[in-house]
């Protein structure tokens, strides 16, 4: 026997106890006054120094258990303890049956049996596990009694009753082997079970170890290409305004196609870089979804006055329509679709415009991207959200076409599946596209409004007599971009840090500036915008004009430019798409 069944074979010892005391008083009510005083006290004296005994024997099992004191070797004593003494109580109220068998009447006999086979039924629950030790002790209670009936003539009908009774005895034997087999299928199978739970937690350990490990690899990736876009864009940025700088003082056309050549790289590194970037985060699981009303104006503003500019670089059109919509997601990761679905209208549409709309379709908003560029073939369409998909067209595409990694609109759809957000696209072959997206109505909060549009003047073409201020803490950036806007006419005054334009915006008789361009990250944790606050500060009614360069392409600019009144652009930022928003910004006031 197993020390873990022989603990909770003693276990049960009080339940056992209680049952033989209750038993013990049924007799005593009973026969009391039927039997002879020395027969029912040797009886009782015999019970209840049986029953001590057992109390006793627990009591001191507990207290060693409690002590720690058991160990495997010892518990095979207490059990053959345990079990004599358990046999004893069986032979005790087998005996009871043949001393007070002719006792009273035959209900009284009727009684004697019922509290017989109630010991037996009991034993089922208690002694079960214990094979030979649980048929003992029904032997030891049945065995007499049915003897007993057999043996009593002064009844009729005594041989049937011994019937009966021995086939219930053979039935409490079957029941007993069945309860057994039937106890050790559920151990076992508790057992098995218990065994899977180990292996499934250690499973489950490893899986958790190996999903942090996945999961920091991933921060791990997600933070180099966040580093590494950083890092390379400076260079590339200083390398591109060079490149511009070197064109305006060749007239060599060859040379010149060489510089213009070296801008178109810079400007598909940059695509590459945001694209890996923004696939990464995704599929890292590093974008968090965060739905609520926005107000498409909002949404619709940022938008203009980001691509504006490249509009009207190209000559095209750029249109919104339904501002007045209010859509229940996400408006970072909606921003960032549009950006997408714009920024690639405006690159395949050489002729016409881009119209972005938002109308209402009963319960949910059908937000559209429309542009009358090249189109894409029907055969095509069921490929381009796939990963480094580039539609083939039949014409020949500009340099400007062919840039990127197809990443783009394989990023518009994984962040529109973040948003539950169905996409779906037409087009058709040299007369356009269209990206529609659905979005759940929201509900319209009041709130007070900024005008962030601006009336677009006539643009100037060329910076002579423009003075421009340049804040850029990295030398080759700086240097770059102020030998390129002298280049194109412009008087320029470059710092490194804020400290240095408050110390020239304090000097007397300073000129004032028409438009100033600063780096986001600056030295000693500052930042650009505090340089346009200086700046700002010194020339209050001018309301300057102001782009902010950054190298980092995480978000989290877009609010900023809005309060503070600044267009953003994204390093390296070719010479080109500079001019543009130079010539935007000025062509503003």
């Not at 065994?195 to 921060?219: F, G, I, M, T």
């Not at 002579?464 to 770059?480: C, I, K, L, S, T």
């Not at 500052?526 to 902010?548: C, F, K, N, S, Y």
Request: aromatic share 8%; glycine share 8%; charged share 20%.
């Amino acid at each position: 026997m197993k020390a873990d069944q022989i603990r909770a074979l003693i276990a049960q010892s009080p339940a056992s106890l209680t049952g033989n005391a209750v038993g013990f008083g049924v007799m005593v009510g009973v026969f009391f006054p039927l039997a002879h005083p020395l027969v029912l006290g040797g009886w009782v004296a015999a019970v209840m120094l049986l029953w001590l005994l057992r109390l006793g024997h627990w009591w001191r099992y507990r207290q060693r258990e409690l002590a720690g004191t058991l160990d495997d070797a010892t518990l095979l004593g207490w059990v053959r303890s345990y079990v004599v003494l358990v046999l004893l109580q069986g032979a005790q109220w087998g005996a009871a049956v043949w001393l007070f068998w002719n006792l009273g009447t035959p209900y009284h006999r009727l009684a004697l049996i019922l509290v017989a086979y109630a010991y037996t039924l009991g034993a089922v629950q208690l002694l079960v596990t214990q094979g030979k030790v649980f048929n003992a002790f029904i032997s030891l209670i049945l065995v007499p009694t049915i003897a007993r009936i057999v043996t009593d003539r002064s009844e009729p009908f005594h041989w049937q009753l011994a019937v009966v009774l021995g086939v219930i005895f053979v039935a409490t034997l079957v029941i007993g082997r069945t309860h057994r087999s039937a106890l050790a299928q559920a151990i076992s199978l508790k057992a098995r079970t218990d065994q899977l739970a180990a292996q499934l937690r250690v499973e489950k350990a490893a899986a958790d170890e190996a999903r942090r490990a996945a999961e920091a690899a991933s921060r791990a990736k997600t933070q180099f290409f966040a580093a590494a876009s950083h890092d390379l864009r400076q260079p590339l940025h200083a390398m591109g305004l060079f490149a511009e700088a070197l064109r305006q003082r060749i007239r060599d056309p060859e040379v010149a196609s060489l510089v213009n050549s070296i801008n178109e790289s810079v400007d598909a590194l940059e695509g590459l870089f945001g694209e890996l970037l923004d696939i990464t985060r995704i599929d890292s699981g590093g974008v968090d979804v965060n739905p609520h009303p926005v107000r498409m104006k909002e949404v619709f503003t940022r938008l203009r006055l980001h691509f504006e500019p490249l509009a009207f670089e190209k000559g095209l059109a750029l249109s919104f329509h339904g501002d007045q919509r209010v859509a229940q997601t996400d408006p970072l990761l909606l921003e960032r679709i549009l950006r997408n679905l714009v920024s690639n209208a405006i690159r395949y549409t050489e002729d016409g415009g881009v119209l972005v709309s938002c109308r209402q379709r009963g319960e949910r908003l059908l937000v559209q991207v429309w542009d009358s560029g090249i189109g894409v073939s029907e055969a095509a369409l069921p490929r381009i959200f796939e990963e480094f998909y580039q539609v083939h067209t039949s014409r020949p595409l500009e340099a400007h076409h062919r840039k990127g990694l197809g990443l783009g609109l394989a990023i518009v759809k994984r962040l529109a599946d973040l948003l539950q957000a169905p996409l779906t696209v037409r087009s058709r072959v040299d007369r356009g596209t269209v990206f529609s997206l659905e979005l759940p109505v929201g509900i319209e909060q009041r709130r007070v409004e900024r005008d962030l549009t601006r009336s677009k003047a006539a643009l100037g073409l060329t910076l002579n007599g423009r003075r421009m201020v340049v804040v850029e803490d990295e030398a080759a950036v700086r240097e770059g971009l102020v030998v390129l806007l002298q280049a194109w006419g412009a008087q320029v005054d470059a710092f490194e840090t804020v400290e240095a334009v408050q110390a020239w915006a304090a000097q007397p008789g300073t000129p004032q500036p028409d438009l100033l361009i600063v780096d986001y990250r600056l030295p000693a944790g500052t930042t650009g915008l505090e340089a346009l606050a200086v700046l700002r500060a010194r020339w209050p009614r001018a309301q300057l004009p102001a782009i902010v360069v950054t190298g980092s392409s995480l978000g989290g600019h877009e609010d900023e430019s809005a309060t503070h009144d600044f267009h953003l652009l994204i390093k390296p930022v070719l010479p080109n798409k500079l001019r543009a928003m130079i010539a935007f910004k000025l062509g503003m006031r």
